[in-house]
């Protein structure tokens, strides 16, 4: 199977927080999927935790490669630029990973790395995998939190996107 592409500084076990979540759907396909998670006017419909969704350049609601938005989660506010970008295509999985920063002194600082992989698998199923590392002590703070508030969150998110694209058919 396909795996996340990290850039220098984000590798999972080398950061201050690190998540995965994963689902394999029947019935669906990257295709269908993709629509769901690059219109980021749908994510507040299908994700609570994510809201005032703002592109610096009037541009959006959709995603594309360089796109620099911001969005409310965790009780943050993430300033963000998609990193990767490759929309789904026969034989490769989709692929859409940003970047993303809360401005701040030491204590406050947060810089994150959210990356999404969508592959086709035999029997008409896709994977949907998330996986998002952190830095910073917010970051230090939230991965000593029980019950894990990320983990718990990209849950809901991945559940719902599929469900959104089912809704979209």
Known sequence: MNAIIWPAGYLPGTTDNAVSNEIIVAGLSAAEVWPCITNTAAWPTYYSNASDIIFHDGSGPQLVDG????????????????????????????????????????????????????????????????????????????AQTRPNPMLNAHQEWIDGLAQAARQAR
């Open 67 to 142: 796109s620099r938005f911001r969005f409310t989660t965790f009780g943050f506010l993430v300033e963000a630029q998609v990193t990767e970008y490759q929309a789904p295509a026969a034989g490769q999985a989709a692929r859409i990973a940003w970047h993303g920063w809360v401005e701040g002194d030491a204590e406050e600082r947060l810089d994150v790395h959210h990356a999404w992989l969508f592959e086709d698998l035999p029997g008409q199923r896709v994977r949907i995998l998330t996986q998002e590392t952190q830095n910073g002590k917010p970051a230090q703070a939230l």
